[in-house]
């Protein structure tokens, strides 16, 4: 399945974003869909993740202010991002984990800016 994101930009600290991402594919079939974020010069870290029976998990840095949801009927994920930091910048990727445990191939992600 291709994933799309979509719904980055550039936002002031303490602002709100919602990132989209659309499968070409139904979502149904997979273990979980997560998001994850790469900073400059640093690693992809996993920031959300929804099971396939709404376990949700998130990154200790976003615990309280990002929420992750789907819709398997339209094969959508979302993050609601809230009062969004400086250091929440980033480029966001969503992906689609099997019951293997495999992630699929990267698609272009989407820039999220968080500056006054």
């Known amino acids: 399945v291709q994933l799309v994101e979509s719904g980055g930009g550039l936002v002031q600290p303490g602002g709100s974003l919602r990132l989209s991402c659309a499968a070409s594919g139904s979502i149904f079939g997979f273990r979980a869909m997560g998001w994850y974020r790469q900073a400059p010069g640093k690693e992809r870290e996993l920031v959300a993740r929804l099971t396939s029976n709404s376990i949700t998990t998130y990154a200790d840095s976003v615990k309280g202010r990002f929420a992750i949801s789907r819709d398997n009927v339209k094969n959508m994920v979302y993050l609601q991002m809230s009062r969004l930091k400086p250091e929440d910048t980033a480029v966001y990727y969503c992906?689609?984990?099997?019951?293997?445990?495999?992630?699929?191939?990267w698609g272009q992600g989407t820039q999220v800016t968080v500056s006054s």
């Open positions: 992906n689609a984990e099997t019951y293997l445990g495999e992630l699929g191939s």
